[in-house]
């Protein structure tokens, strides 16, 4: 199967791989809004079923977001469970052509997950 996601979507895979790398919390809840968003509408705009799961925990991290992250334990979970969203669409023939990037992507929210759930009181 063909990936259904455009060259585009690779770019900006590596564009947020990259802000991750530095650190959800170095990013910041202000500028990881835009970033949410962006993903949230893309995915949404696919109408693809096994996309639509992760853009709607991708709304809920966005609502945590706006609010100012004040909950570092909610946002953490809620990594935790984009992780494991975007592994299970690395191994599937949607993420064709952006595996690697997805894996890492994965690998990313997983670490930041535990880092946020660490901090919480």
């Not at 809920?60 to 494991?84: I, T």
């Amino acid at each position: 199967m063909a990936s259904i996601m455009p060259d585009e979507v690779g770019l900006a895979m590596r564009s947020t791989v990259g802000d991750l790398e530095g650190g959800a919390q170095r990013m910041g809840a202000q500028a990881a809004l835009p970033v949410v968003a962006g993903w949230q509408r893309r995915l949404e705009e696919t109408g693809h079923p096994e996309l639509l799961p992760i853009a709607r925990t991708l709304s809920e991290l966005g609502l945590h977001l706006s609010g100012g992250a004040k909950d570092p334990a909610a946002v953490g979970a809620l990594l935790g469970v984009l992780s494991g969203q975007v592994r299970g669409v690395s191994g599937s023939g949607l993420g064709a052509g952006v595996s690697g990037e997805l894996t890492k992507l994965s690998a990313l929210l997983a670490s930041q997950s535990r880092v946020l759930v660490a901090l919480a009181p």
